[in-house]
């Protein structure tokens, strides 16, 4: 693997499919055109609405979403992820997966995860939020997949952040970038999602590339944004703050190694 470019997005989606998606192109293409090889697009990128909208329409998100993904990475020859978008259950029509999709610059799915935490809190700004209540949460804890040109490359999503032994599950399967895509609420964000992003980039010295949502949805729905690339040491490259835009940074191969030579503490792990 040669050092590479990668890219996180930040984006204002809306309950309006097309809208997001057409959003979510733009800057895809400004990614690419800043010579980006591999890009994340965050958490609910197709859609951010109301749940009952969200459960009538997930059999046409989701397709129109997988058909977008594929278009997107044929197009501009990239690997592309889809940060979470509402999938279909079989024969259950009152909830869905919340899926992360990674798919090849041929169109061709590398990994699939289904969310497994799923965000059941009240916050304390008065916002109350339900996941459970139209999300199934997935089964299986994500796995690393072994991307050519690209490295191992593990998924997560969201609320996934505050648990650490999934990042710990992934790193012992050799991960090298962790994406950890998210619509992090604009009040706990502030406080907690830069610390949560570099510890988990530090604890198993990884690259996290972390595309998240920004500002207002829908009614009172705010996101925190800062969109950003984290490197093994915990140092943030790249951020976009609270804008709609691209964090660019550089995947480099030689500066992990050298993180992991500094600070073996993979090879210093005494529980499993």
């Not at 109301?50 to 129109?64: L, M, N, S, V, Y």
């Not at 490259?237 to 480099?252: P, W, Y």
């Amino acid at each position: 693997m040669k050092s590479y470019l990668a890219a996180a997005v930040c984006m204002t989606s809306t309950p309006d499919v097309d809208h997001n998606l057409n959003q979510a192109e733009e800057l895809i293409e400004l990614a690419v055109n800043q010579g980006a090889k591999l890009v994340g697009l965050p958490e609910n990128f197709s859609f951010l609405g109301e749940d009952k909208d969200k459960i009538a329409q997930g059999e046409d998100i989701a397709q129109r979403s997988e058909k977008f993904l594929i278009r997107m990475a044929q197009r501009f020859q990239v690997t592309i992820l889809g940060g979470g978008f509402p999938t279909p259950l079989p024969g259950d029509k009152s909830k869905v997966h919340n899926t992360a999709l990674l798919i090849d610059p041929n169109g061709l799915e590398l990994a699939r995860y289904e969310k497994i935490h799923l965000f059941d809190v009240n916050v304390p700004d008065g916002n109350n939020y339900c996941e459970s209540n139209t999300v199934m949460a997935g089964k299986s804890l994500p796995n690393v997949c072994e991307v050519n040109n690209l490295g191992k490359i593990g998924l997560s999503i969201c609320y996934d952040v505050r648990f650490p032994e999934v990042y710990r599950h992934l790193s012992r399967q050799g991960a090298e970038v962790i994406f950890i895509p998210a619509a992090f609420t604009a009040y706990t964000g502030k406080d907690h999602w830069e610390v949560l992003i570099r510890a988990r980039a530090i604890e198993n010295t990884v690259y996290v590339i972390a595309p998240a949502q920004t500002g207002n949805h829908y009614a009172r729905r705010c996101t925190h944004g800062h969109s950003m690339i984290v490197d093994p040491w915990g140092s943030i490259l790249s951020s976009t703050g609270s804008q709609i835009g691209v964090a660019i940074a550089e995947i480099n191969p030689q500066r992990l190694q050298k993180v992991r030579q500094q600070m073996p503490c993979l090879q210093h792990r005494v529980f499993a």
